[in-house]
């Protein structure tokens, strides 16, 4: 599943030092999470979890590691400072200039973010953040994620094309 997102979804190369134990490496251009554009990818999530209609499922992926505490892998208060600086920015702050209201009262109602701890990563070791976004216009969503399909939209359209 690893490589097949890194290769296919991120097109991130892997660097050679990467090993099982180390998980996936990839080159960087600031070692601290969200700080270079060029070290995350926002996509949406390709296995959504079965959400209510208008709730839109964002994965956004990351080059660096964000701090986590030992021994279940929580995020530490650093870190949880840092993925919710940026979700706010990335995030809310569009939803609350569009809606016409505060950064406040969109975080928590329509946008909601959450990192797993390293037990419950469907993907570990590649680092990876959740967003839940409630009654986003499809451009904006389009405009985080470059416009970037789910797979089960493609294999869908895919299978629409050959009838």
Avoid at 34 to 55: C, H, M, Q, R, V
Avoid at 116 to 139: D, F
Wanted: hydrophobic share 40%.
């Amino acid at each position: 599943m690893t490589n097949f997102i890194c290769q296919r979804r991120l097109h991130w190369p892997l660097l050679p030092e990467s090993t099982a134990e180390t998980g996936p490496l990839f080159a960087f251009k600031n070692a601290t999470p969200f700080a270079d554009p060029d070290d995350y990818k926002t996509l949406p999530n390709d296995w959504p979890y079965g959400l209510e209609s208008g709730i839109v499922h964002i994965v956004v992926w990351l080059k660096t590691r964000i701090a986590t505490a030992p021994p279940d892998g929580h995020l530490t208060s650093e870190g949880r400072e840092l993925v919710e600086g940026f979700v706010k920015k990335m995030f809310a702050e569009t939803v609350a200039e569009v809606d016409g209201t505060k950064v406040e009262d969109v975080m928590g109602r329509k946008v909601m973010w959450f990192k797993n701890w390293t037990a419950l990563q469907s993907v570990p070791g590649l680092e990876h953040v959740h967003v839940l976004v409630r009654n986003v216009q499809q451009e904006i969503i389009e405009g985080w994620t470059g416009g970037v399909r789910p797979l089960q939209d493609e294999v869908k359209q895919a299978e629409a094309d050959r009838c």
